[in-house]
Nanobody, 125 residues
Framework: QVQLVESGGGLVQAGGSLRLSCAASGRTFSSYVMGWFRQAPGKEREFVAVISWRGGTTYYADSVKGRFAISRDNAKNMVYLQMNSLKPEDTAVYYC??????????????????WGKGTLVTVSS
């Protein structure tokens, strides 16, 4: 199993940047596909980005493509989400997730096996 703890959320103005971090416990971190999801008030949780075991493959939601970047450091058991050019519609609780399945399955909420508790990102206009 793996435990996930997110950090780095906060309040930022539109056009600004934030970097989210996710610390994972467990000795087999490098075997997990890692991803970020978000849930805005009154909306369902949605996929944001996913990265493969070694970091060589990434996928993004169309709404964040070109603005967000996911990365991982397997030596430190960390996953990151660099968010640039933030928009008010990016306001949400951001969740780190892990899966021991194929990367394609992590593009769906149902594909994640483990979840963090989330970190709130608020983008003001």
């Amino acid at each position: 199993q793996v435990q996930l703890v997110e950090s780095g959320g906060g309040l930022v103005q539109a056009g600004g940047s934030l970097r989210l971090s996710c610390a994972a416990s467990g000795r087999t971190f490098s075997s997990y596909v890692m991803g970020w999801f978000r849930q805005a008030p009154g909306k369902e949780r949605e996929f944001v980005a996913v990265i493969s075991w070694r970091g060589g493959t990434t996928y993004y939601a169309d709404s964040v493509k070109g603005r967000f970047a996911i990365s991982r450091d397997n030596a430190k058991n960390m996953v990151y989400l660099q968010m640039n050019s933030l928009k008010p519609e990016d306001t949400a609780v951001y969740y780190c997730a892990a899966s021991d399945s194929a990367i394609a399955t992590m593009r769906s909420v149902d594909g994640a096996d483990y979840w963090g508790k989330g970190t709130l990102v608020t983008v003001s206009s």
